[in-house]
C-alpha cells in the first residue's frame, strides 16, 4: 500500500476523545487531526512520538488530516489506522503473499454473513472448494517487557467476541474461516490472544480454533510511503 501523496509529520501532544489527536508541526504549529483507531493503543500514542499522516480533499471533513503511523522513541513503525489492516490483507491475498490462502476466484468485501447482522471483512469463493470467510484483525500492542512479544485484543472487544461466534457458524456450517492477524508493529515478532485484557475473548477464540476457526498471522514491512504483509508469524 503507497501513501501518494507522501505522508507529513509532526510530534504528537496528546489523543483524546478516541478519534482525535493534537500534533506539533515543524514551525510549531499545532493541529488536530483525525484517529481511526477505536483502540487503547497502548504504546503507540506516547506524547512526543513521530506521527505521520495524510490528508484528504474531502471538503466535508471537519478534520482533513487523519493519523496513519507512529514512529516510536525505541524506532518502532506502526500503522495505528485500523482501516488500513483490510486494505493491506487484500492486497497481500491478491498478490499471493498468504500461502494459506493462494487460488481463490473471486475476493468480495464487506459481505453481510451470520446470525448477528455482521459483515465479514473478505469472502473468498472457489466453484471446486467451500466458500472462506476472513475477519481481519490488526494487531499493535506489544508487551515492552517481552522481546517481540505481541497481544491481541488490546482492549475489551465486544464486537471481537461477536466476530468469533460468526466464524465458528461459518464452519458449523460447512464453510471455511479464517481469523486474519495484521500485525502492523515492526517490533512484534509473535503474537498471542490478550487473556489478561479478555478472558472472554480468549475462552471463544479456544472454543473458535477447537471448531475449525483458523488463526493466520503475517506482519507488515514498513518503507517510506509504503507498508506491506511479507511474513508469517507464530501465533501461540
Partial sequence: MHFDPPLKSGKLVQRYKRFLADITL???QEITIHCANTGAMT???APGSTVFY???DNPKRKYPNSWELTHTKAGHSICVNTARANTLVVEA???NVVKE???YQTLKTEVKYGQENSRVDILLQDSD?????IEVKSVTLLDEGNTGQGYFPDAKTTRGQKHLRELTEMVQTGHRAV???AVLHSGIEKVSVAHHIDAKYSQLLEQARQAGVEVI???AAFSDNEIRLVSALDFS
Fill in 101 to 103: 490462502l493462494i487460488g
Fill in 54 to 56: 495524510s490528508t484528504s
Fill in 217 to 219: 498471522c503475517y506482519k
Fill in 93 to 95: 491475498i491478491e498478490n
Fill in 179 to 181: 481469523l486474519f492477524f
Fill in 129 to 133: 472448494r467451500a466458500d472462506c470467510y
Fill in 43 to 45: 504504546g503507540c500514542a
Fill in 26 to 28: 515543524s514551525d510549531n
